[in-house]
């Protein structure tokens, strides 16, 4: 089945510590990007690259048709702009502009007029964020083009909004509206950021399972594929917007339930059986999506290298204590100070082990994981997700996982381990 052959394992490191003067440094390790495949696709000529896309159905019903690079521009409302004017609007991509860094290029803060999306002087107009593509950023030209052509199409409140995009020769360019709050992943491991309350933790979730939903349940269904907290954008309200459309695929149609592809995504947000076959679904998101619902219960990254044994991987660790509201508190961020209700948690606790189930169809739809986050906001209600029993686990280690420091991995976790070796490596992908 499916065209993803295992035989092959790369991992690329696609980040680099940040230098960036907003959002202030993130210390701690960052996660990688990795693909595993021996059929990656290639492309000799930028002008014949397509992408599969969500919007084409042929009369078979299959929504993988390709448009080429120049149907997919041509189609577009979006704003083409020119390298000189996004050069004008960073100031020539000046080092204090810079927001960030990702696998994909460097981001910087642009100033364009708002009637005519023209470059102004900082501090006039409209504030955008403009992303730049390293050269050799890993997949970086399909990725841009399929973020093109999905953000081109999807609008929705809980995505981000793209503005426009620039292609000249090599130069590929993205501009976005302006998150001023920057990325979940800043606000919840930044040592040096505000911890969030509890009640901002449930709005970012519920704003980013609005968006997952959204996808998910459209006529023509997509697969976010690159659900993480880096990749959830926060407005100065905390509103959360999800960007990064570049790995976004096609859903399945029909009486189909995944679809085959390569795998790629990033380490520990990633489902197991995507990882191991290659089919993707709806629920391969679902299981991200119960990964960042304990990065905000818990505070702690999907994957910390700077950790020991199984507390380098959040869902190892944290799974035992989930759906136990004796031992739900372990795996509690300290940096609520206990400010948070304990039936919350519980409810939140017990959504992420449905989220995380190794069997992606006992996994939630987005939309129940989304109705329950909301009943949360509702104070008269007290409703627990259904099948919430059912997850009932035991606690398999006897101290609090906040204070018990494993040397090495648990055995009963290295037997369930859903990630097969994935040698790493820096190297480009052939
Ligand atoms: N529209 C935006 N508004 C404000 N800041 C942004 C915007 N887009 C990106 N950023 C900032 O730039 C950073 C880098 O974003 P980018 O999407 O390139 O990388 P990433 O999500 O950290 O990693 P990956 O390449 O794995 O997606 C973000 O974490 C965020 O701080
Ligand atoms: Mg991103």
Not at 42 to 69: C, I
Not at 72 to 97: C, G, H, M, Y
Not at 148 to 161: E, F, R, S, W
Not at 372 to 393: I, M, N, V, Y
Request: glycine share 6%; proline share 6%; charged share 20%.
């Amino acid at each position: 089945m499916g065209n993803c052959v295992i035989s092959s394992s790369r991992v690329e490191n696609a980040h680099t510590p940040r230098n960036a003067s907003y959002p202030p440094k993130v210390v701690a390790s960052k996660r990688s990007l990795f693909s595993v495949s021996s059929s990656r696709a290639t492309f000799s000529s930028p002008s014949t690259l397509s992408v599969p896309s969500f919007s084409d159905k042929t009369s078979n019903g299959n929504l993988s048709t390709p448009r080429t690079e120049g149907e997919i521009l041509s189609s577009s409302q979006l704003k083409a702009f020119t390298v000189n004017e996004l050069r004008n609007a960073t100031r020539n991509f000046r080092p204090d502009s810079l927001l960030g860094e990702g696998g994909f290029g460097y981001v910087y803060k642009g100033w364009i007029d708002e009637q005519s999306f023209s470059a102004t002087k900082p501090g006039c107009g409209m504030v955008v964020a403009v992303k730049k593509l390293k050269p050799e950023s890993f997949q970086g030209h399909k990725e841009w083009l399929t973020e093109v052509d999905y953000l081109g199409q999807l609008h929705h409140p809980n995505l981000v909004k793209l503005i426009g995009y620039c292609s000249e020769g090599d130069s590929k360019l993205l501009v976005y509206e302006f998150m001023p709050k920057g990325s979940l992943e800043n606000h919840l491991f930044r040592r040096s950021a505000q911890p969030l309350s509890w009640t901002t933790r449930i709005k970012v979730a519920i704003g980013a399972a609005r968006g997952l939903t959204f996808l998910h349940d459209a006529e023509s269904q997509v697969i976010y594929r690159d659900f993480k907290a880096s990749n959830i954008l926060l407005d100065s309200e905390f509103n959360a917007k999800l960007s990064d459309f570049g790995l976004a695929k096609a859903g399945p149609t029909g009486d189909r339930t995944h679809v085959s592809t390569q795998v790629i995504g990033t380490h520990g947000y990633a489902a197991p059986e995507y990882i191991a076959t290659g089919r993707l679904s709806v629920k391969a998101d679902v299981y991200s999506f119960g990964v960042v619902l304990l990065e905000l219960l818990s505070g702690r990254r999907a994957v910390d290298k700077s950790k020991l044994g199984i507390e380098q991987n959040l869902v190892e660790w944290a799974k035992p204590c989930l759906g136990d509201k004796r031992k739900v508190f372990r795996i509690m961020d300290t940096r609520l100070e206990g400010q948070y209700p304990k039936k919350g948690a519980l409810v939140v606790s017990m959504l992420a082990l449905q989220c995380i189930d190794h069997e992606a169809k006992l996994r939630p739809r987005m939309s129940h994981v989304l109705a329950s986050l909301e009943q949360l906001q509702d104070p008269k209600s007290a409703a627990f997700p259904p099948q919430a029993d059912r997850h009932k686990t035991s606690c398999a280690i006897s101290k609090s996982p906040t204070t018990h420091r494993h040397s090495s991995l648990h055995p009963a976790a290295a037997v369930r381990s859903p990630l097969p070796p994935i040698a790493i490596t820096t190297g480009t992908l052939s």
